[in-house]
T-cell receptor
Framework: ETGVTQTPRHLVMGMTNKKSLKCEQHLGHNAMYWYKQSAKKPLELMFVYNFKEQTENNSVPSRFSPECPNSSHLFLHLHTLQPEDSALYLC???????????????FGEGSWLTVV | DAKTTQPNSMESNEEEPVHLPCNHSTISGTDYIHWYRQLPSQGPEYVIHGLTSNVNNRMASLAIAEDRKSSTLILHRATLRDAAVYYCILTRNQGGKLIFGQGTELSVKP
């Protein structure tokens, strides 16, 4: 238990569906992140939020829409996805933005997404 | 962020020490060396980090070369639960992003 909880753990959706992934952290952190991990590929950083404000979007297609209503919650809204978007989506949080001395990033267990 | 090079895979026997190498010849003076690992079907977890001096914690030890161009993660007694992908990552001191490479897949044999 890392203090970062992701739901659902598994999601199957059609290409025309709209769904959302939810992340909640109980660590009192101020920064939150979305990563994507496709099969046999390294983790890719998608979005970064700091104090609810988006600070980074790594050229992610608009069919992925993040939302951060407060420092404890992060959502990833999914719409009109493609089969190649099937992957493990990982949420993470840290006390301060980025990683430096004493600042550790904590990951959730991930949400396995399958687009059919 | 500076690049790291790790072997794709390594094998170890249970209860033996494991030395996981990482080369980072382009490291800058403010780059920290972080190690994370990812167990099967889980998110990555923090293992250890350091700047210049060797570091020890309950999970592992980190040995950093004097010129900082390489480092070694040491698991003192490997267990089956240590089978995972181990990532060596360099970050800048302020606002450094955690960018993952391919890592080293460690398998542990009973």
């Amino acid at each position: 238990e890392t203090g970062v909880t992701q739901t659902p753990r598994h999601l199957v959706m059609g290409m025309t569906n709209k769904k959302s992934l939810k992340c909640e952290q109980h660590l009192g952190h101020n920064a939150m992140y979305w990563y994507k991990q496709s099969a046999k590929k390294p983790l890719e950083l998608m979005f970064v939020y700091n104090f609810k404000e988006q600070t980074e979007n790594n050229s992610v297609p608009s069919r992925f829409s993040p939302e951060c209503p407060n420092s404890s919650h992060l959502f990833l809204h999914l719409h009109t996805l493609q089969p190649e978007d099937s992957a493990l989506y990982l949420c993470a949080s840290s006390q301060a933005l980025g990683v430096n001395s004493g600042n550790t990033i904590y990951f959730g267990e991930g949400s396995w997404l399958t687009v059919v | 962020d500076a690049k790291t090079t790790q072997p794709n895979s390594m094998e170890s026997n249970e209860e033996e020490p494991v030395h996981l190498p990482c080369n980072h010849s382009t490291i800058s003076g403010t780059d920290y060396i972080h190690w994370y690992r990812q167990l099967p079907s889980q998110g990555p977890e923090y293992v250890i980090h350091g700047l210049t001096s060797n570091v020890n914690n309950r999970m592992a030890s980190l040995a950093i070369a004097e010129d900082r161009k390489s480092s070694t993660l040491i698991l003192h007694r490997a267990t089956l639960r240590d089978a995972a992908v181990y990532y060596c990552i360099l970050t800048r001191n302020q606002g450094g992003k955690l960018i993952f490479g391919q890592g080293t897949e460690l398998s542990v044999k009973p």
